[in-house]
């Protein structure tokens, strides 16, 4: 999103000749601690490192407009109309900010819904709302016409939950506006899903979104395991 408006153009002009569309601004918008929160990491910090942290999440939630505003640039040119976003590091009790969270992302989406952008809220497991659980409750709290979700059935099990079929059916499923597959969750036997039942629930609940793969392999095998994830994509589809 802080890609200059030539590069951004070039980009455009890339996808469009090789039939590509972008579901949506893959934007790192909250991922970041809310000022006056603690958040719960899995392993010690450094000093140095904590402060570095507080220091860039007081910078870009200062800047939360400005940034937003580049963002709804990005996605104009880019011809796409929703942004993703997230919920902040996650801290102890993460029900206790929601609210909070939602004001801050509420104020963000009646800027979006002037653009003509809607905003993704991802339940990344890093964040505050990670469970379907957690999703549904929150959802409550945001507008209806400009908030969706983009949906990672994988970052659930983080939180010990069973994506399919229990966490599924606590979603507000009709504001599910993209779902995203993680490789391990096609390609590990220990983590896979159940993606045919996932496929059959939303064609039967009218899901009318995108579903895109996040590779997500860090061991620099991405892009042959890219492939294998959408060969696994095509053998369900045409089973």
């Known amino acids: 999103m802080r890609q200059s408006d030539d590069k951004l153009k070039e980009a455009a002009k890339l996808f469009h000749d090789n039939g590509i569309q972008v579901s949506f601004l893959n934007s790192p918008m909250f991922k970041i601690t809310l000022p006056g929160t603690e958040p719960v990491f899995r392993k010690p910090e450094t000093p140095e490192a904590r402060e570095k942290r507080l220091a860039r999440g007081k910078l870009e939630f200062d800047r939360r407009k400005e940034d937003f505003q580049q963002a709804f640039r990005a996605a104009h040119l880019l011809g796409v109309d929703k942004i993703r976003v997230f919920t902040f590091l996650r801290t102890a009790e993460p029900a206790k900010l929601h609210q909070q969270i939602a004001d801050v992302i509420g104020e963000m989406a009646e800027m979006a819904g002037r653009e003509k952008i809607k905003l993704l809220i991802e339940n990344e497991s890093a964040c505050n709302v990670v469970s379907c659980a957690e999703v549904a409750a929150f959802m409550k709290l945001m507008p209806e016409k400009t908030v969706g979700i983009n949906w990672d059935p994988l970052n659930g099990t983080s939180q010990n939950e069973l994506p399919y079929p229990d966490g599924?059916?606590?979603?507000?499923?009709?504001?599910?506006?993209?779902?995203?597959?993680?490789?391990?969750?096609?390609?590990?036997?220990?983590?896979?899903?159940?993606?045919?039942?996932?496929?059959?629930?939303?064609?039967?609940?009218?899901?009318?979104?995108?579903?895109?793969?996040?590779?997500?392999?860090?061991?620099?095998?991405?892009?042959?395991?890219?492939?294998?994830?959408?060969?696994?994509?095509?053998?369900?589809?045409?089973?």
């Open 168 to 239: 599924y059916k606590l979603l507000p499923v009709k504001r599910v506006w993209n779902a995203q597959m993680k490789g391990h969750s096609l390609l590990d036997p220990e983590k896979k899903l159940d993606w045919p039942g996932i496929f059959d629930s939303l064609a039967r609940d009218g899901y009318k979104g995108e579903i895109g793969l996040e590779t997500h392999y860090f061991d620099g095998t991405k892009i042959e395991k890219s492939h294998a994830s959408m060969r696994e994509i095509f053998r369900i589809l045409e089973s």
